[in-house]
C-alpha cells in the first residue's frame, strides 16, 4: 500500500477483511483481474487501515499514519457481510458511500443480506418462495421455543450465520427445548420450515447484473443438512440444465437490491424451488469462468455511470 506521504488518487478499489487474513479463492481472482484492466487505477484495502470522520465540516478518510486518502469512484466490497458490525464496517462503508464512492453491492443491499430474516421479508413482499419463517427480537429463547406455532421439524439458524455455521435440523420441540439454553443469546435465532426434498443439497447460482452467470449444484459429503463447500460438500456445476431456477435467482437478487448475489434455492417438490438465502459477498468454484470477467464488466458500468457528489 502507499506510503502515507503520498496516497496516489485511483478509480477502483477492492476493500477486503482486515489483516492478517489473506485473499483467497475468488477474492484473489477478482484482485489480478481488476488489477491487469485497471493498473495503478485500482487498490486494495483492507478494513483496518482507515481512520474517518470529519474535519471542519468536511467528511475525511485518512490512513493510520494521518494521510489523507481519495475515495474511488467504485469500491468492489469483499468483506462478508455476515461478520460485519455497524459500528465498525457497516460505518466505513457508510462513509465511503456518503464521500461519494459507488458500493459493489451497495450498503443497504449487504446489510439485508447481512440478516436472514431481512432478507425473507424482501423475498415474501416481492412475491417470490420462501420457507416459512419465525424468529424474535427480546422475547426469551426459552418462550420461543415453546410457541404452539413452532412447527417441527425445523431448521435452526443464527440471523447472521455464514458458510452453513450455526445451522442444525431441530427434528421436534423435545429437542428444541433441551438445546435452547446452549444456544447464543446475544444474536437471534430463526426457526425455518424443512424442505426435506432438499435435504443436502442445494442450488448456487451467481447473478451478475441482472444475469446468472454461474450455477452449481451443492452436495453435502456426509448425509447432513449442509451441502455449503465450506462444509466439506461437493458441486456439480451446471449452468444453462435449470433454466427457471436461474430466472428466480435473479429476481431473488433484485428484490433485495444485489447487483452481484450468491442465490441459494432449495429444491422443493414437483420440479420447483424455494429460495434459502441470498449473499452479497459470493465465493464461485475455479471452474465458473464467466463469474470474473461479469464483474468486471460490472465495474466498468459503474465506472461509465459515476458522477461527483453534489
Same mark, same amino acid.
Given at each position: 500500500?502507499?506510503?502515507?506521504?503520498?496516497?496516489?488518487?485511483?478509480?477502483?478499489?477492492?476493500?477486503?477483511?482486515?489483516?492478517?487474513?489473506?485473499?483467497?479463492?475468488?477474492?484473489?481472482?477478482?484482485?489480478?483481474?481488476?488489477?491487469?484492466?485497471?493498473?495503478?487505477?485500482?487498490?486494495?484495502?483492507?478494513?483496518? +487501515?482507515? %481512520?474517518?470522520?470529519? @474535519?471542519?465540516?468536511? *467528511?475525511? !478518510?485518512?490512513?493510520?499514519? #494521518?494521510?489523507? &486518502?481519495?475515495?474511488?469512484?467504485?469500491?468492489?466490497?469483499?468483506?462478508?457481510?455476515?461478520?460485519?458490525?455497524?459500528?465498525?464496517?457497516?460505518?466505513?462503508?457508510?462513509?465511503?458511500?456518503?464521500?461519494?464512492?459507488?458500493?459493489?453491492?451497495?450498503?443497504?443491499?449487504?446489510?439485508?443480506?447481512?440478516?436472514?430474516?431481512?432478507?425473507?421479508?424482501?423475498?415474501?413482499?416481492?412475491?417470490?418462495?420462501?420457507?416459512?419463517?419465525?424468529?424474535?427480537?427480546?422475547?426469551?429463547?426459552?418462550?420461543?421455543?415453546?410457541?404452539?406455532?413452532?412447527?417441527?421439524?425445523?431448521?435452526?439458524?443464527?440471523?447472521?450465520?455464514?458458510?452453513?455455521?450455526?445451522?442444525?435440523?431441530?427434528?421436534?420441540?423435545?429437542?428444541?427445548?433441551?438445546?435452547?439454553?446452549?444456544?447464543?443469546?446475544?444474536?437471534?435465532?430463526?426457526?425455518? +420450515?424443512? %424442505?426435506?426434498?432438499? @435435504?443436502?443439497?442445494? *442450488?448456487? !447460482?451467481?447473478?451478475?447484473? #441482472?444475469?446468472? &452467470?454461474?450455477?452449481?449444484?451443492?452436495?453435502?459429503?456426509?448425509?447432513?443438512?449442509?451441502?455449503?463447500?465450506?462444509?466439506?460438500?461437493?458441486?456439480?456445476?451446471?449452468?444453462?440444465?435449470?433454466?427457471?431456477?436461474?430466472?428466480?435467482?435473479?429476481?431473488?437478487?433484485?428484490?433485495?437490491?444485489?447487483?452481484?448475489?450468491?442465490?441459494?434455492?432449495?429444491?422443493?417438490?414437483?420440479?420447483?424451488?424455494?429460495?434459502?438465502?441470498?449473499?452479497?459477498?459470493?465465493?464461485?468454484?475455479?471452474?465458473?469462468?464467466?463469474?470474473?470477467?461479469?464483474?468486471?464488466?460490472?465495474?466498468?458500468?459503474?465506472?461509465?455511470?459515476?458522477?461527483?457528489?453534489?
Amino acid at each position: 500500500m502507499a506510503s502515507a506521504a503520498s496516497v496516489p488518487e485511483v478509480d477502483v478499489w477492492l476493500l477486503v477483511r482486515e489483516h492478517p487474513a489473506p485473499l483467497q479463492g475468488a477474492t484473489r481472482e477478482l484482485a489480478g483481474a481488476l488489477a491487469a484492466l485497471h493498473g495503478p487505477r485500482f487498490a486494495i484495502w483492507h478494513t483496518d +487501515e482507515f %481512520v474517518f470522520g470529519v @474535519h471542519k465540516g468536511r *467528511l475525511i !478518510l485518512r490512513t493510520l499514519g #494521518g494521510a489523507d &486518502v481519495p475515495v474511488p469512484k467504485v469500491v468492489c466490497v469483499r468483506q462478508i457481510p455476515g461478520s460485519m458490525l455497524h459500528d465498525r464496517e457497516v460505518t466505513l462503508l457508510r462513509h465511503l458511500e456518503r464521500m461519494g464512492a459507488t458500493l459493489l453491492n451497495p450498503l443497504d443491499a449487504q446489510l439485508v443480506c447481512r440478516n436472514k430474516v431481512w432478507q425473507s421479508q424482501e423475498l415474501a413482499l416481492a412475491g417470490l418462495p420462501v420457507p416459512d419463517t419465525l424468529s424474535y427480537a427480546t422475547a426469551p429463547l426459552e418462550g420461543v421455543v415453546r410457541s404452539p406455532r413452532l412447527d417441527t421439524p425445523c431448521v435452526v439458524k443464527s440471523v447472521g450465520g455464514t458458510k452453513g455455521r450455526q445451522v442444525f435440523l431441530a427434528p421436534d420441540t423435545r429437542m428444541l427445548r433441551d438445546v435452547a439454553g446452549a444456544l447464543a443469546q446475544e444474536t437471534p435465532h430463526l426457526f425455518q +420450515e424443512y %424442505v426435506s426434498h432438499s @435435504h443436502g443439497r442445494d *442450488l448456487r !447460482l451467481i447473478v451478475v447484473d #441482472g444475469q446468472t &452467470v454461474a450455477a452449481a449444484v451443492r452436495t453435502s459429503s456426509d448425509g447432513g443438512l449442509a451441502s455449503n463447500i465450506a462444509r466439506g460438500g461437493a458441486a456439480d456445476l451446471c449452468l444453462g440444465r435449470w433454466p427457471e431456477a436461474e430466472e428466480l435467482a435473479v429476481r431473488a437478487a433484485d428484490a433485495v437490491g444485489l447487483a452481484i448475489a450468491g442465490v441459494d434455492l432449495l429444491f422443493a417438490p414437483e420440479g420447483a424451488y424455494t429460495v434459502c438465502e441470498v449473499n452479497a459477498v459470493p465465493g464461485w468454484r475455479p471452474g465458473m469462468t464467466a463469474v470474473t470477467p461479469a464483474i468486471t464488466d460490472c465495474v466498468g458500468r459503474r465506472l461509465k455511470a459515476w458522477k461527483p457528489a453534489e
